[in-house]
């Protein structure tokens, strides 16, 4: 005699942690909740609850996959235990040969942006076109309009993609910016120095 | 000696290489932007020059201050030609203050950019899936299915050739200039001379400007001699007299009828 059928109810929250494990596999930048919400037909705080789920099942050091919050968003990424792998037989463009100059003029975009040329010019005591463009090009900025004075010069802001390659949430997740370098104060002092010096 | 050690500086610097008097010309020519210059490249390059001579040449380092000042000066100017006006009145108390202001906020950026990089080494080993996001298509109107005779009445429409449209009304009759210049001259047969508006008045404005086109070949002809008191005055045309007698008429000439049937 045929054992009944037992139909086994699936959680709900499970199967929409499913559906956002599909649409994260499928997506190749980071989806915020919004856009998984919309994309499973669901509501937020149940896309939340799922996300929590799969972050649990997608830690560290649990799988070859990771899902991590960056950039705004969620994404999957490879473990660091597979590293190595992955560089064997993939590189990482976006920031190979990314000189001091560069980096330097990321640092001002990423802190002050949107900022224009003249505007970095002015902090770095040189010119930053070739910087400018070579960011541009890699991704890691991109143009956000136009300055209303001083000749309308081209603005420029950091992309996703900036905070993805540095493995930000956001670029609130940027130190603070005072608690960098040392202050006013201690240089003014060091400056007189020198001046009393040479006067002397 | 000073001369040769200052100008005979070489100099490889990320927007210049050669020597320093080719990038002084340079610059001054416009040849080269001053703000894409490393100035602190060229004392770097100098300061070097200098310690591989066992003496200072004191000539030499007058010099060089002289001109990377003067270099300096022109690049701050490009960098900062606004501020200028804003700068001029600083105390130097102040200026200190801005100088050491400054400094610190880029000391501050270059460890924003140091702590960038290390970020970065730290990140080496995530590696992400990176493109386009393969997004839908939205809004896409799909086209219902056709029945295949409608298809056929559509392109049988879209395949019949349009009817010729008449362009009669467009086109403008000239009467040919030989029928004036025959009127004209049989005019002149008769009478010495002329009145030309009252000859051409009630024709046409095509005709009237075809019969002053005859008129003017008459004339270029020598058969005629016009006269008119004021401008827009009647046209008043008398037959010349014969240059010589027998002579070939001048409208006999091959050329004349050629331009004349052209013009008509």
């Given at each position: 005699?045929?054992?009944?059928?037992?139909?086994?109810?699936?959680?709900?929250?499970d199967?929409?942690?499913?559906?956002?494990?599909?649409?994260?596999?499928?997506?190749?930048?980071?989806?915020?909740?919004?856009?998984?919400?919309?994309?499973?037909?669901?509501?937020?705080?149940?896309?939340?609850?799922?996300?929590g789920?799969l972050?649990e099942?997608?830690?560290?050091?649990?799988?070859?996959?990771?899902?991590?919050q960056?950039?705004?968003?969620?994404?999957?990424?490879?473990?660091?235990?597979?590293?190595?792998?992955?560089?064997?037989?993939?590189?990482?463009?976006?920031?190979?040969?990314?000189?001091?100059?560069?980096?330097?003029?990321?640092?001002?975009?990423?802190?002050?942006?949107?900022?224009?040329?003249?505007e970095?010019?002015?902090i770095?005591?040189?010119?930053?076109?070739?910087?400018?463009?070579?960011?541009?090009?890699?991704?890691?900025?991109a143009?956000?309009?136009?300055?209303?004075?001083?000749?309308?010069?081209?603005?420029?802001?950091?992309?996703?993609l900036?905070?993805?390659?540095f493995?930000?949430?956001?670029?609130?997740?940027?130190?603070?910016?005072?608690?960098?370098?040392?202050?006013?104060?201690?240089?003014?002092?060091?400056?007189?120095?020198?001046?009393?010096?040479?006067?002397? | 000696?000073?001369?040769?050690?200052?100008?005979?500086?070489?100099?490889d610097?990320?927007?210049?290489?050669?020597?320093?008097d080719?990038?002084l010309?340079?610059?001054?020519?416009?040849?080269?932007?001053?703000?894409?210059?490393?100035?602190?490249?060229?004392?770097?390059?100098?300061?070097?020059?200098?310690?591989?001579?066992?003496?200072?040449?004191?000539?030499?380092?007058?010099?060089?201050?002289?001109?990377?000042a003067?270099?300096?000066?022109?690049?701050?100017?490009?960098?900062?030609?606004?501020?200028?006006?804003?700068?001029?009145?600083?105390?130097?108390?102040?200026?200190?203050?801005?100088?050491?202001r400054?400094?610190?906020?880029?000391?501050?950026?270059?460890?924003?950019a140091?702590?960038?990089?290390?970020?970065?080494?730290?990140?080496?080993?995530?590696?992400?899936?990176?493109?386009?996001?393969?997004?839908?298509p939205?809004?896409?109107?799909?086209?219902?299915?056709?029945?295949?005779?409608?298809?056929?009445?559509?392109?049988?429409?879209?395949?019949?050739?349009?009817?010729?449209?008449?362009?009669?009304?467009?086109?403008?009759?000239?009467?040919?200039?030989?029928q004036?210049?025959?009127?004209?001259?049989?005019?002149?047969?008769?009478?010495?001379?002329?009145?030309?508006?009252?000859?051409?008045?009630?024709?046409?404005?095509?005709?009237?400007?075809?019969?002053?086109?005859?008129?003017?070949?008459?004339?270029?002809s020598?058969?005629?001699?016009?006269?008119?008191a004021?401008?827009?005055?009647?046209?008043?045309?008398?037959?010349?007299?014969?240059?010589?007698?027998?002579?070939?008429?001048?409208f006999?000439?091959e050329?004349?009828p050629?331009?004349?049937a052209?013009?008509a």
């Open positions: 005699m045929d054992s009944p059928l037992r139909l086994i109810a699936a959680n709900p929250v199967r929409l942690a499913r559906t956002i494990e599909a649409l994260l596999v499928v997506a190749s930048s980071p989806l915020s909740v919004a856009e998984l919400a919309e994309a499973a037909d669901d509501d937020a705080e149940r896309v939340e609850t799922a996300l789920l972050r099942r997608y830690a560290e050091g649990r799988s070859g996959i990771v899902l991590e960056v950039a705004g968003g969620y994404a999957f990424r490879a473990s660091r235990d597979a590293a190595d792998a992955c560089a064997r037989l993939f590189e990482r463009p976006v920031e190979r040969g990314l000189s001091q100059a560069a980096l330097e003029t990321l640092a001002i975009v990423a802190y002050l942006g949107p900022c224009s040329r003249p970095i010019a002015r770095r005591g040189v010119a930053a076109d070739s910087a400018v463009a070579s960011l541009v090009e890699r991704g890691l900025i143009e956000a309009g136009r300055e209303i004075a001083s000749g309308g010069a081209v603005r420029y802001r950091t992309t996703p900036f905070e993805r390659v493995g930000l949430e956001s670029l609130a997740a940027l130190p603070r910016l005072d608690d960098l370098g040392s202050d006013a104060g201690e240089l003014r002092e060091r400056l007189l120095e020198v001046a009393a010096a040479r006067a002397s | 000696m000073a001369l040769a050690a200052v100008h005979e500086l070489d100099l610097l990320e927007a210049f290489e050669g020597p320093f080719l990038l010309t340079l610059l001054l020519d416009e040849e080269l932007e001053p703000r894409e210059i490393d100035v602190a490249g060229i004392v770097l390059a100098f300061v070097e020059r200098l310690a591989e001579r066992e003496e200072v040449d004191l000539e030499a380092c007058g010099e060089f201050l002289v001109l990377v003067a270099l300096l000066e022109l690049k701050a100017r490009s960098l900062f030609p606004d501020e200028a006006a804003e700068l001029d009145p600083l105390e130097p108390e102040e200026a200190a203050e801005e100088l050491a400054r400094l610190a906020e880029y000391r501050r950026l270059r460890e924003a140091a702590w960038l990089a290390e970020r970065l080494s730290a990140e080496r080993g995530r590696f992400f899936r990176l493109g386009p996001a393969p997004l839908a939205r809004g896409e109107r799909r086209i219902a299915p056709q029945p295949a005779d409608a298809l056929a009445r559509a392109l049988r429409v879209l395949a019949t050739p349009p009817p010729n449209v008449s362009l009669a009304h467009m086109a403008l009759r000239f009467p040919p200039v030989s004036f210049l025959e009127r004209f001259r049989a005019l002149l047969a008769r009478r010495r001379r002329f009145d030309f508006d009252s000859e051409v008045e009630g024709l046409s404005r095509v005709e009237q400007a075809v019969a002053f086109l005859a008129l003017l070949e008459l004339r270029k020598g058969e005629v001699a016009l006269t008119q004021a401008p827009f005055a009647p046209i008043r045309v008398e037959r010349a007299p014969r240059q010589r007698q027998g002579g070939v008429r001048p006999d000439d050329r004349i050629t331009w004349t052209r013009s």
